[in-house]
Nanobody, 126 residues
């Protein structure tokens, strides 16, 4: 069982930055691909970024490319999402998810992930 826990959300002005963290206890987390998704009020959950278990492969939604960077530190059982140049449309609850299938990919589909955190709120003011 993997239980991701997100942190690092908050209120930031447009153009600012935030760094989200996703941590989970246990060695199993280090064997998982990890994805970040977000859900804005009244909208569906959408893919943001993902990273393979070994950090070699990453994938980004078009909206995140060149602004967001996903990385991981397996020694600390933590995955990070560095978000720069934030805009009001980035306002959402950001959720971390883990895929324990031990593949070498960075999945972008919600259905690929078995374990989900509760999310952290990111609010960007204009």
């Amino acid at each position: 069982q993997v239980e991701p826990v997100e942190s690092g959300g908050g209120l930031v002005q447009a153009g600012g930055s935030l760094r989200l963290s996703c941590a989970a206890s246990g060695r199993a987390f280090n064997s998982c691909a990890v994805g970040w998704f977000r859900q804005a009020p009244g909208k569906g959950r959408e893919f943001v970024a993902a990273i393979s278990w070994n950090g070699v492969r990453t994938d980004y939604a078009d909206s995140a490319k060149e602004r967001f960077t996903i990385s991981r530190d397996n020694a600390k059982n933590t995955v990070f999402l560095q978000m720069n140049k934030l805009q009001p449309e980035d306002t959402a609850v950001y959720l971390c998810a883990a895929d324990p299938t031990m593949g070498y990919g960075a999945p972008s589909q919600i259905g690929d992930y078995d374990y989900w955190g509760q999310g952290t709120q990111v609010t960007v003011s204009s």
